[in-house]
């Protein structure tokens, strides 16, 4: 019985050394960095838009006030 309350202290004691141990006097956080700004893109407003059926396939021509980008 003495054993088991000698090994129960030791096991505690060591446990308290690890949380005081791992304990840091400063906090551990990190700054976002700032996002580069995105380049001004210019708002594209369409105007139109027009089927074209072929045999195989549907031709979608979109026309806008601004050259459209391509999603990629």
């Given at each position: 019985?003495?054993?088991?309350?000698?090994?129960?202290?030791?096991?505690?004691?060591?446990?308290?050394?690890?949380?005081?141990?791992?304990?840091?006097?400063?906090?551990?956080?990190?700054?976002?960095?700032?996002?580069?700004?995105?380049?001004?893109?210019?708002?594209?407003?369409?105007?139109?838009?027009?089927?074209?059926?072929?045999?195989?396939?549907?031709?979608?021509?979109?026309?806008?006030s601004?050259?459209?980008?391509?999603?990629?």
């Amino acid at each position: 019985m003495r054993r088991f309350q000698i090994f129960k202290m030791t096991v505690g004691v060591v446990l308290l050394l690890l949380i005081a141990g791992c304990a840091t006097k400063t906090a551990v956080t990190q700054t976002p960095k700032p996002e580069p700004s995105a380049p001004a893109v210019k708002v594209s407003t369409i105007q139109k838009i027009a089927f074209t059926e072929e045999e195989n396939y549907t031709r979608i021509q979109i026309e806008g006030s601004e050259p459209i980008a391509p999603i990629l």
